[in-house]
């Protein structure tokens, strides 16, 4: 048995979770925040069979797709008092990150 766990971006959340559903799968939904953007994310823990990984993981990969976005940094704490004029930058965002982690022992009450 496999533990995957996939960060992926809201936006893609219900998609993923209406796709794994259709397909028999179940995954347990946790809100988390990116560090980086630090914009809302969905962390999905779905307990899988091994020989059903590739199924979820093509489900993952058509469902969650990396997409251009414009951002406005944050202003740098400055202690010589510059100023700082932020200028939008475009960055991608989206697409998935998974993990995949051998389980040792699961049981189901």
Do not use: W
Not at 44 to 55: F, N
Not at 60 to 88: D, H, M, N
């Amino acid at each position: 048995m496999k533990l995957v766990v996939a960060v992926v971006q809201d936006r893609d959340s219900q998609e993923l979770l209406n796709g794994l559903t259709e397909s028999g799968h179940r995954a347990t939904k946790l809100a988390s925040t990116g560090g980086f953007l630090r914009g809302g994310n969905t962390t999905l823990l779905i307990g899988v069979a091994e020989e059903q990984l590739d199924e979820v993981l093509g489900i993952i990969r058509r469902t969650c797709k990396a997409r251009e976005q414009l951002v406005t940094p944050v202003s740098p704490a400055s202690a010589t008092g510059e100023a700082f004029i932020p200028f939008p930058t475009e960055v991608v965002v989206g697409g998935a990150i998974i993990f995949v982690v051998d389980i040792e022992r699961f049981e189901k009450y």
